[in-house]
Nanobody, 123 residues
Framework: VQLQASGGGLVQAGGSLRLSCAAS????????MGWFRQAPGEEREFVAA????????YYADSVKGRFTISRDNAKNTVYLQTNSLKPEDTAVYYC?????????????????WGQGTLVTVSS
């Protein structure tokens, strides 16, 4: 699976962005998909994950209620709607695919990674 993230940019605090991750391959709908982020000088951080069917989701406490993960298996795409953005949300956001059924926040359990898209939130 090859992943291509997009949708990042510069936004003011309180604003919104919709990140997209397009996947190649016919087996997209068998993967758990996740979003992670990494700020400069920081470790990679789990943001959200979604089951292959889209019926189950899992969020980091820091984004719960502000971010929404979704997927469209017909389009081989997973989305991250980010609302009420804060300066501390500034990071490179990565999408990832895990060949399993469990929603996991652990980056080491993801098998495929996109190249990342930069989100910058100004105060």
């Amino acid at each position: 699976v090859q992943l291509q993230a997009s949708g990042g940019g510069l936004v003011q605090a309180g604003g919104s962005l919709r990140l997209s991750c397009a996947a190649s391959g016919r087996t997209f709908n068998t993967y758990v998909m996740g979003w992670f982020r990494q700020a400069p000088g920081e470790e990679r951080e789990f943001v959200a994950a979604i089951s292959w069917s889209g019926r189950s989701t899992y969020y980091a406490d820091s984004v719960k209620g502000r971010f929404t993960i979704s997927r469209d298996n017909a389009k081989n795409t997973v989305y991250l709607q980010t609302n009420s953005l804060k300066p501390e949300d500034t990071a490179v956001y990565y999408c990832a695919a895990a060949d399993g059924v469990r929603l996991t926040p652990h980056w080491a359990e993801y098998d495929y990674w996109g190249q990342g898209t930069l989100v910058t939130v100004s105060s």
